[in-house]
């Protein structure tokens, strides 16, 4: 008994002194795993320093403390970290290692003048949990360069080789410093932060319970701070590898957008000035967002940024190449859905009030305008931007980019490719300082077709009611004939066709409702592409080649000529059937004089006679060319010689209720 009692002691002091000789070769492998990886950035030319380094086989926990590195020559970067405890650590192979849960206390991030602003910043998250993580042993080399652009890419690929089940973190703090720059100064901070399923440089769903603000700004030489709270914030469906493929230089090429983020989406949005501005937002959402590598250059972006700062005025020609490049950037760009919930700005002057700001397909609107102006509430209940293009507002702007030169036509006119219309509807707005309001139902304007900065089809419809102006003379005959409102329905299209050379000016209706309807119908053949130019000499040496074609007028008489007779009988002191039968003689006596030279003028003069003597008819001259008639021949006969223009065409004229 005795002998085996002896023996169980020695077998127990046998395998204590191997457990601890097996704990101190764990312990001294783990130090030298840990201390291989930080000589790995030393070796890239960074600095790197750890303290105590401990290892628990039973719970497989590693743990280091006191970790200090500044990554890469420039050192634009220093990052601290109190602590790393990494549980159930074990390795995956030869190359990689999991853990159950690590856990990161007092993480600092500082970036010291990056960029040609000179900005200052810093990142700090007190405690940050990763769940069933999986990556790399050892970092992948840094990049040579240490370009801002490459450490992102390089931060970014290290991202996208790590996985977990969760990233947690209670809280984190951003702040930043531009010094005496424009860039101000403040501090973001975020709260209930979670990553969920980070795999591959995707996940699936990214949200922070709230973010705060504080930023210290100058507003038109005074000192402001901006301070703000945004609630609940998420991002769906993030892939980090499409980022990286666009900050890839060997992904130039590549024209095929990458999606970057499905969904992005906030809760209210407050944000209030020391000044007096208060903004509050019922909540933003961004659908499918994606990236082209060919035109997502920021590398270019930050070249051509001024060496000295953003302080300094940069020269035109710096303007227009960073315009340039900017625009190049939005086009690899590529937005499904914007969408701003209810808005509301108050200022000393008053309340602003939108319903929604919204970006698709290229249409951008704002809905349910409600606004004071000094002489009253303005309302708007849709204004649209169509096919709206920020890179080719850019390049447009960049254009313009001439300090002392006015821009050209050609200039002037590159708008048409910034969008390819707008539209107004809903509008009811104060009427200059009187208590009558301008009511609009429509204002839509829409081109294309462009040939060089110019369209050759275009559509305008207006329909609206305004208050007939007292204080301008040529609208108080209207006054006076008790017409204080006109309606108005304007229809105007104009299309050019290449093939034929045929511009036709269809339909053209403006319905003054409580006055007249007029139409006009409007044909020119031979029309060269040459003409849409904005060399006025090569317009018309093109515009000889153009012909005249049919004519068509109608008018519709709903009270206008009635107006014309009262107007008539007030300044003749008058009867008004003595009036009307005055104007008919008048309009015989002239067209006598016309008719004697066109035959066919008679049946129009008789026309416009009858259309006088009768109220409520509709008129309608047709004039068709006799023969091939050039523009610019009846141009001329007609301000020389308008009987003998006429003569040129075949007139058809009636009248009838």
Same mark, same amino acid.
């Given at each position: 008994?005795?002998?085996?009692? @002896?023996?169980?002691?020695?077998? /127990?002091?046998?395998?204590?002194?191997?457990?601890?000789?097996?704990?101190?070769?764990?312990?001294?492998?783990? *130090?030298?795993?840990?201390?291989?990886?930080?000589?790995?950035?030393?070796?890239?030319?960074?600095?790197?320093?750890?303290?105590?380094?401990?290892?628990? &086989?039973?719970?497989?926990?590693?743990?280091?403390?006191?970790?200090?590195?500044?990554?890469?020559?420039?050192?634009?970067?220093?990052?601290?970290?109190?602590?790393?405890?990494?549980?159930?650590?074990?390795?995956?192979?030869?190359?990689?290692?999991?853990?159950?849960?690590?856990?990161?206390?007092?993480?600092?991030?500082?970036?010291?003048?990056?960029?040609? #602003?000179? %900005?200052?910043?810093?990142?700090? $998250?007190?405690?940050?949990?990763?769940?069933?993580?999986?990556?790399?042993?050892?970092?992948? !080399?840094?990049?040579?360069?240490?370009?801002?652009?490459?450490?992102?890419?390089?931060?970014?690929?290290?991202?996208?080789?790590?996985?977990?089940?969760?990233?947690?973190?209670?809280?984190?703090?951003?702040?930043?410093?531009?010094?005496?720059?424009?860039?101000?100064?403040?501090?973001?901070?975020?709260?209930?932060?979670?990553?969920?399923?980070?795999?591959?440089?995707?996940?699936?769903?990214?949200? /922070?319970?709230?973010?705060?603000?504080?930023?210290?700004?100058?507003?038109?030489?005074?000192?402001?701070?901006?301070?703000?709270?945004?609630?609940?914030?998420? &991002?769906?469906?993030?892939?980090? *590898?499409?980022?990286?493929?666009?900050?890839?230089?060997?992904?130039?090429?590549?024209?095929?957008?990458?999606?970057?983020?499905?969904? @992005?989406?906030?809760?209210?949005?407050?944000?209030?000035?020391?000044?007096?501005?208060?903004?509050?937002?019922?909540?933003?959402?961004?659908?499918? @967002?994606?990236?082209?590598?060919?035109?997502?250059?920021?590398?270019?972006?930050?070249?051509?940024?001024?060496?000295?700062?953003?302080?300094?005025?940069?020269?035109?020609?710096?303007?227009?190449?960073? =315009?340039?490049?900017?625009?190049?950037?939005?086009?690899?760009?590529?937005?499904?859905?914007?969408?701003?919930?209810? +808005?509301?700005?108050?200022?000393?002057?008053?309340?602003?009030? %939108?319903?929604?700001?919204?970006?698709?397909?290229?249409?951008?609107?704002?809905?349910?305008?409600? #606004?004071?102006?000094?002489?009253?509430?303005?309302? =708007?209940?849709?204004?649209?931007?169509?096919?709206?293009?920020?890179?080719?507002?850019?390049?447009?702007?960049?254009?313009?980019?001439?300090?002392?030169?006015?821009?050209?036509?050609?200039?002037?006119?590159?708008?048409?490719?910034?969008?390819?219309?707008?539209?107004?509807?809903? $509008?009811?707005?104060?009427?200059?300082?009187?208590?009558?309001? &301008?009511?609009?139902? *429509?204002?839509?304007? !829409?081109?294309?077709?462009?040939?060089?900065?110019?369209?050759?089809?275009?559509?305008?419809?207006?329909?609206?009611?305004?208050? $007939?102006?007292?204080?301008?003379? /040529?609208?108080?005959?209207?006054?006076? #004939?008790?017409?204080?409102?006109? /309606?108005?329905?304007?229809?105007?299209?104009?299309?050019?066709?290449?093939?034929?050379?045929?511009?036709?000016?269809?339909?053209?209706?403006?319905?003054?409702? !409580?006055?007249?309807?007029?139409?006009?119908?409007?044909?020119?053949?031979?029309?060269?592409?040459?003409?849409?130019?904005?060399?006025?000499?090569?317009?018309?040496?093109?515009?000889?080649?153009?012909?005249?074609?049919?004519?068509?007028?109608?008018?519709?008489?709903?009270?206008?000529?009635?107006?014309?007779?009262?107007?008539?009988?007030?300044?003749? !002191?008058?009867?008004?059937?003595?009036?009307?039968?005055?104007?008919?003689?008048?309009?015989?006596?002239?067209?006598?004089?016309?008719? #004697?030279?066109?035959?066919?003028?008679?049946?129009?003069?008789?026309?416009?006679?009858?259309?006088?003597?009768?109220?409520?008819?509709?008129?309608?001259?047709? +004039?068709?060319?006799?023969?091939?008639?050039?523009?610019?021949?009846?141009?001329?006969?007609?301000?020389?010689?308008?009987?003998?223009?006429?003569?040129?065409?075949?007139?058809?004229?009636?009248?009838?209720?």
């Amino acid at each position: 008994m005795k002998r085996i009692l @002896i023996g169980l002691i020695a077998v /127990a002091v046998v395998a204590v002194g191997g457990w601890f000789g097996f704990n101190l070769y764990a312990q001294h492998r783990a *130090t030298a795993e840990v201390e291989a990886a930080f000589e790995q950035v030393r070796k890239q030319g960074g600095k790197a320093s750890h303290g105590k380094v401990e290892f628990d &086989v039973m719970s497989r926990t590693l743990t280091v403390e006191d970790i200090a590195v500044t990554p890469g020559s420039e050192q634009q970067a220093q990052i601290r970290i109190a602590g790393i405890k990494g549980t159930g650590v074990r390795l995956i192979d030869a190359t990689r290692f999991s853990a159950d849960s690590i856990d990161i206390t007092g993480f600092e991030l500082a970036l010291g003048e990056i960029g040609p #602003a000179k %900005l200052k910043g810093s990142y700090k $998250v007190q405690q940050l949990t990763l769940r069933d993580y999986a990556g790399p042993l050892q970092s992948m !080399n840094a990049p040579a360069g240490g370009s801002l652009i490459d450490m992102y890419r390089y931060a970014l690929e290290q991202y996208a080789s790590v996985t977990a089940s969760s990233v947690t973190a209670p809280s984190l703090t951003f702040t930043f410093d531009g010094g005496s720059g424009t860039a101000g100064s403040g501090e973001f901070s975020y709260s209930g932060l979670m990553i969920q399923n980070l795999k591959q440089g995707r996940i699936d769903a990214m949200k /922070a319970d709230r973010a705060n603000f504080s930023i210290n700004v100058q507003q038109a030489g005074k000192a402001d701070k901006l301070t703000g709270e945004i609630s609940t914030i998420a &991002v769906n469906g993030i892939d980090v *590898t499409a980022i990286v493929a666009a900050l890839d230089p060997q992904k130039a090429g590549d024209d095929s957008y990458h999606r970057v983020y499905g969904q @992005i989406s906030t809760g209210p949005y407050v944000a209030t000035s020391t000044l007096g501005m208060r903004m509050q937002v019922d909540g933003i959402a961004i659908d499918d @967002i994606a990236i082209q590598p060919s035109k997502f250059r920021l590398a270019e972006i930050f070249a051509a940024l001024p060496a000295t700062g953003p302080s300094s005025v940069p020269t035109p020609a710096q303007s227009r190449e960073m =315009m340039e490049k900017l625009a190049g950037l939005y086009e690899g760009i590529r937005v499904g859905r914007i969408e701003i919930g209810s +808005l509301s700005v108050t200022t000393p002057q008053g309340t602003p009030k %939108l319903k929604a700001i919204r970006y698709q397909q290229g249409e951008f609107a704002l809905e349910g305008l409600d #606004a004071p102006t000094p002489q009253g509430q303005l309302k =708007m209940e849709r204004f649209a931007l169509k096919s709206f293009s920020v890179a080719n507002l850019m390049r447009w702007a960049a254009g313009l980019a001439n300090p002392g030169q006015a821009p050209s036509p050609d200039q002037m006119l590159g708008l048409f490719r910034v969008l390819d219309g707008a539209e107004i509807k809903g $509008v009811i707005a104060p009427f200059k300082t009187t208590r009558q309001f &301008v009511t609009i139902d *429509t204002i839509s304007l !829409n081109w294309g077709q462009l040939i060089g900065s110019i369209p050759s089809k275009a559509n305008l419809v207006v329909k609206m009611v305004t208050p $007939v102006d007292p204080s301008s003379p /040529a609208q108080r005959p209207l006054i006076m #004939a008790g017409v204080d409102k006109l /309606a108005i329905d304007l229809d105007l299209g104009a299309a050019w066709t290449e093939s034929s050379g045929a511009f036709a000016l269809t339909p053209a209706t403006i319905d003054l409702g !409580n006055l007249a309807k007029a139409q006009a119908r409007f044909a020119l053949a031979n029309v060269p592409r040459g003409m849409f130019t904005t060399d006025p000499a090569q317009a018309m040496g093109q515009a000889a080649q153009i012909e005249t074609g049919a004519i068509e007028l109608s008018l519709r008489d709903s009270g206008v000529v009635d107006l014309v007779v009262a107007q008539f009988s007030r300044i003749q !002191n008058v009867s008004r059937d003595a009036a009307r039968s005055s104007i008919v003689e008048i309009i015989r006596a002239q067209g006598e004089k016309i008719a #004697a030279s066109n035959l066919d003028a008679r049946m129009a003069v008789d026309a416009l006679a009858g259309f006088v003597e009768t109220s409520g008819q509709t008129l309608t001259i047709k +004039l068709t060319p006799l023969g091939k008639l050039p523009l610019l021949q009846l141009m001329d006969v007609l301000s020389n010689e308008p009987i003998i223009a006429l003569a040129q065409f075949r007139i058809e004229a009636s009248t009838g209720l």
